[in-house]
């Protein structure tokens, strides 16, 4: 059935309220009128919980030089050199952007607000060069940029709208562009039209793929997915970060630790508190994430126990609680002090290195459709990200796209054709949507996960497909609501990660397949997927 259909229009359609989407929309806002469009609360995305901070150079005894070498050795190979150049010489400015335009309190030697910032350090850093606010650096981001897009007259936020679909149309050349989406109103039910001239997908990543994740609920892939569905070329998704340290309780949701503890020397220790990482890398507890996850996940087996323990005993008691308040009042919550207890911890998935590939300005190879932060595939991260480049990423393509974005936008059509939903009807199996979506995320966490085969690879394959035919079924006989739409969109995102892993007949940074225990130099490349020409490797090297 065919039903009337409201439209909304703007200049800038952003999707998306993490650091990326919004740093955007403030950027251009003076120029016209922007809509965000987010599937929840305004400030729930992967942004808020981000803990460690922003990676950029400001120490006197550190170099641009040296943060693009520790982001070419985390990068195992697959960094674009020109990107994370561009990336680490923007970072020390846009970061001074977001502290004095936009009132992001960083944290300052002393707590004097006219002293140099202060800095942390994380795994794979040789220096000290985080930027941050304690340990809640995502929420104080997300804080300032919200009641600045909030006080602005042209930026609207839609909250509560979930993505059905990229809006495209073909000329008769056979070119395609994008001129905005199709989005569902949670409250209501009612299918919406968003049309612009330019679409910005800052979707964020795509955790929740994963049985266990430090993500949010909202990451569920959607961009990739969509941005897939329309033509894009999608990227480098067999690297999926898993982070090494999140905190494992029973009787508690997964909750992230972070890396910053070990960079204030936090030790992981087994369970007999022998330290877990000695001899095993030059860094030991500070190695970067994927080594140490593997080693996490090797112990886990080795000794058939349920977690390691991140130790900071050894530390200043009143330090650590000034330095880590969130995470030492979230550990207190299930009954851990870490000034004397040992956290127990496991690895989750984390950050997906991979996604819809753009230049250094977050152009897609779709006119019209931007794309920023971690659904984007810029080059910066290879094939394990640098902890906290993460939000240096999304800042740097976020200023770069409001640069460009008037110059790449795509005539939309003046008509846009009515939702149509057919003969689909309320849906009466809930209980399919749930079943699906766990049994989803448990083969990608058993087949997909940190270690991987290609007798995995080839199970998962084939349980995937058959998920995903019923998912299809499912979502064409009923109406769609923010469950489906979630599940159709992990299943896609789960099926492009499975086939990027089984391209690379290696291992590296994040891909670890024990068929193929070396890396090799003929795979330094990245991995493509899209629908017009299927799978296949870049033709290009890596410049290094």
């Known amino acids: 059935m065919t039903t009337s259909t409201p439209i909304h229009r703007s200049r800038y359609l952003v999707l998306g309220s ?7 929309a403030l950027e251009v806002a003076d120029r016209g009128p922007v809509t965000i469009l987010t599937k929840h609360n305004a400030e729930s995305s992967n942004t808020r919980w ?43 400015g846009l970061v001074r952007r977001l502290a004095e335009t936009y009132g992001v309190r960083f944290d300052r030697v002393n707590n004097d607000e006219t002293a140099p910032f202060e800095l942390g350090r994380e795994g794979g850093h040789s220096r000290r060069r985080v930027v941050h606010h304690r340990d809640m650096t995502g929420a104080e981001i997300e804080r300032a940029l919200l009641a600045a897009a909030h006080a602005h007259p042209n930026i609207t936020v839609h909250e509560h709208h979930t993505v059905i679909d990229l809006l495209s149309w073909t000329k008769v050349d056979g070119s395609r562009g994008c001129f905005g989406v199709y989005a569902l109103n949670n409250r209501d039910g ?26 949010p609920a909202v990451a569920t892939g959607d961009g990739i997915a969509m941005a897939y569905r329309i ?17 494992y309780h029973p009787d508690a949701n997964t909750f992230l630790i972070s890396e910053a503890l070990r960079g204030e020397g936090g030790i992981l220790r087994r369970a007999d508190g022998t330290d877990l990482m000695a001899g095993r ?7 970067p994430r994927d080594i140490v996850a593997r080693e996490i996940d090797a112990e886990l087996k080795r000794a058939g126990v349920r977690c390691v323990f991140l130790d900071m005993t050894h530390l200043d008691r009143e330090y650590v609680v000034q330095r880590f308040p969130a995470i030492h009042a979230r550990c207190m919550s299930v009954g851990i002090d870490m000034r ?52 240096l990423e999304a800042v740097v393509l976020a200023s770069g796209a409001a640069e460009i974005a008037d110059d790449f936008a795509r005539g939309a059509p003046d008509l846009v054709t009515p939702w149509n939903e057919g003969t689909a009807q309320n849906s009466d199996e ?35 497909e058959l998920l995903r035919e019923e998912i299809a079924e499912y979502y064409w006989k009923f109406r769609v609501t923010r469950d489906v739409l979630e599940l159709r969109n992990i299943a896609l995102v789960g099926h492009l990660i499975l086939e990027c892993a089984r391209l690379r007949k290696e291992t590296r940074g994040l891909h670890y397949n024990i ?30």
């Open 231 to 247: 033509g894009a070329t999608v990227s480098n998704l067999e690297f999926m970060q898993f982070h090494p340290t999140c905190l």
């Open 50 to 92: 981000a803990q460690g901070g922003i990676s950029a150079v400001f120490a006197g005894d550190d170099s641009l030089t040296e943060h693009v070498e520790d982001t070419l050795v985390v990068g195992a190979g697959l960094c674009d050199r020109e990107m994370v150049m561009h990336a680490v010489e923007h970072g020390p």
């Open 340 to 391: 004397k207890d040992p956290i127990p911890v496991v690895p989750a998935a984390h950050y997906m290195c991979g996604g819809v590939v753009v230049d250094r300005f977050g152009r897609t190879d779709i006119p019209g459709l931007l794309a920023i932060g971690e659904v984007a595939m810029s080059g910066l991260h290879g094939a394990c990200r640098l902890a906290s480049n993460s939000l």
């Open 515 to 544: 068929d193929y225990p070396d890396t090799l130099p003929e795979f330094a490349r990245n991995t493509l997927l899209d629908k017009r020409t299927g799978p296949r490797a870049s033709d290009v090297k890596i410049s290094q």
């Open 18 to 24: 993490g650091l990326a989407g919004l740093y955007f």
């Open 281 to 287: 890398h030059a860094m030991g507890s500070l190695a």
């Open 430 to 464: 809930a209980v399919m949507v749930s079943a699906n979506w766990e049994e989803l995320r448990a083969l990608m966490w058993n087949f997909v996960g940190i270690v991987r085969s290609d007798k995995r690879l080839e199970r998962g394959r084939r349980r995937i």
């Open 190 to 215: 009612q299918v919406e039209a968003f049309t612009a001239p330019v679409t910005v997908l800052a979707t964020g990543g795509a955790g929740r793929v994963y049985r266990y994740t430090s993500n």
